[in-house]
């Protein structure tokens, strides 16, 4: 298989990940309510862990990790695959899930704030407005007319999916330090298998073996979310990474909140309401200025030397 793609291919397979990110919110949504959070991630990620080993054992990426890779292996399955997996299927079961995904998406602005703060980057103008205008999106979601403050679940759901972005904030810091030996596409079958593991461990000890109406429904919500949302986006990105700028990337991926809204009110039939809208333009506009920011601040330090 070809290492790179065409400009239009590379774009065809980015416009597919961020479709398929986007509308994943809206199936976790319908799935928590047949299983609880940890049954529903578990079985997503065996089934993710499946389509991964087709699409790497044709494409011969198929290899055994370095050991100084195994603690991007652990960092990667354990703070975005399982922690920050659980926590927005577990916020889901209380939140509309277009509240949800711009919530979930403040992951961004978390690194823009405390990666300065840990020594691991430096705080420009841009990042610094950026991570301003995103605090006030999620300011303006977070108001009594939008999320009812009464409701002690809602605010359980919103604070629930805030921590989940905290962490996959935590481990896009932890990763931008790590000198990788493999590709992330090599380690990431490891990285699903391990979340698995654990996902399904957890599982079993808290809820015991899964009870659900199986039902040709409940097996395409999952195998969407198991098959497209992650094996298949995996790969895509992977792949699209290669052959356009992380700029691009970056800044296309802003687009899966505004797809996840999209298919949310489509799906669920959820409200568009003003507090969205503005919370949504805020937020998209906050990582598109802190990403920007970073991107000056690696061509300064190119320059340097």
């Given at each position: 298989?070809?290492?790179?793609l065409?400009?239009?291919?590379a774009?065809?397979?980015?416009?597919?990940?961020?479709?398929?990110?986007?509308?994943?919110?809206?199936?976790?949504?319908?799935?928590?309510?047949?299983?609880?959070?940890?049954?529903?991630?578990?079985?997503?990620?065996?089934?993710?862990l499946?389509?991964?080993?087709v699409?790497?054992?044709?494409?011969?990426?198929?290899?055994?990790?370095?050991r100084?890779?195994?603690?991007?292996?652990?960092?990667?399955?354990?703070?975005?695959?399982?922690?920050?997996?659980?926590?927005?299927?577990?916020?889901?079961?209380?939140?509309?899930?277009?509240?949800?995904?711009?919530?979930?998406?403040?992951?961004?602005?978390?690194?823009?704030?405390?990666?300065?703060?840990?020594?691991?980057?430096?705080?420009?103008?841009?990042?610094?407005?950026?991570?301003?205008?995103?605090?006030?999106?999620l300011?303006?979601?977070?108001n009594?007319?939008?999320?009812?403050?009464?409701?002690?679940?809602?605010?359980?759901?919103?604070?629930?999916?805030?921590?989940?972005?905290?962490?996959?904030?935590?481990?896009?810091?932890?990763?931008?330090?790590?000198?990788?030996?493999?590709s992330p596409?090599?380690?990431?079958?490891?990285?699903?298998?391990?979340?698995?593991?654990?996902?399904?461990?957890?599982?079993?000890?808290?809820?015991?073996?899964?009870?659900?109406?199986?039902?040709?429904?409940l097996?395409?919500?999952?195998?969407?979310?198991?098959?497209?949302?992650?094996?298949?986006?995996?790969?895509?990105?992977?792949?699209?990474?290669?052959s356009?700028?992380?700029?691009?990337t970056?800044?296309?991926?802003?687009?899966?909140?505004?797809?996840?809204?999209?298919?949310?009110?489509?799906?669920?039939?959820?409200?568009?309401?003003?507090?969205l809208?503005?919370?949504a333009?805020?937020?998209?506009?906050?990582?598109?200025?802190?990403?920007?920011g970073?991107?000056?601040?690696?061509?300064?330090?190119?320059?340097?030397?």
């Open positions: 298989m070809n290492s790179s065409s400009a239009g291919a774009l065809g397979l980015f416009l597919i990940v961020v479709l398929a990110w986007g509308v994943n919110w809206s199936m976790t949504k319908q799935l928590v309510q047949f299983l609880p959070p940890l049954w529903t991630s578990a079985i997503r990620s065996w089934i993710a499946a389509g991964l080993f699409i790497l054992g044709l494409s011969n990426n198929l290899v055994v990790p370095e100084r890779d195994i603690p991007v292996v652990l960092s990667v399955a354990l703070l975005h695959m399982t922690i920050f997996s659980v926590l927005v299927a577990a916020g889901v079961r209380y939140l509309p899930a277009s509240k949800a995904i711009v919530l979930g998406y403040t992951t961004p602005l978390w690194v823009a704030i405390a990666a300065p703060i840990l020594g691991k980057d430096t705080l420009t103008a841009p990042k610094l407005a950026g991570a301003l205008f995103g605090l006030v999106g300011a303006v979601i977070l009594p007319t939008s999320i009812d403050w009464t409701n002690s679940n809602v605010l359980l759901g919103a604070g629930m999916v805030i921590l989940a972005a905290i962490a996959w904030a935590a481990n896009i810091i932890y990763l931008r330090a790590h000198r990788w030996i493999g596409l090599q380690l990431l079958i490891w990285q699903v298998l391990v979340a698995t593991i654990v996902l399904t461990t957890l599982a079993v000890i808290t809820d015991g073996l899964p009870h659900a109406e199986w039902s040709w429904k097996v395409l919500l999952f195998l969407y979310p198991g098959l497209i949302g992650t094996a298949l986006a995996y790969w895509a990105m992977s792949m699209v990474n290669k356009i700028s992380a700029l691009t970056a800044l296309g991926t802003t687009g899966t909140p505004l797809v996840g809204i999209a298919s949310a009110a489509i799906l669920l039939g959820e409200p568009i309401d003003i507090s809208v503005i919370a333009a805020l937020i998209v506009s906050g990582i598109g200025l802190a990403t920007l970073d991107r000056m601040l690696r061509r300064q330090a190119t320059a340097s030397g």
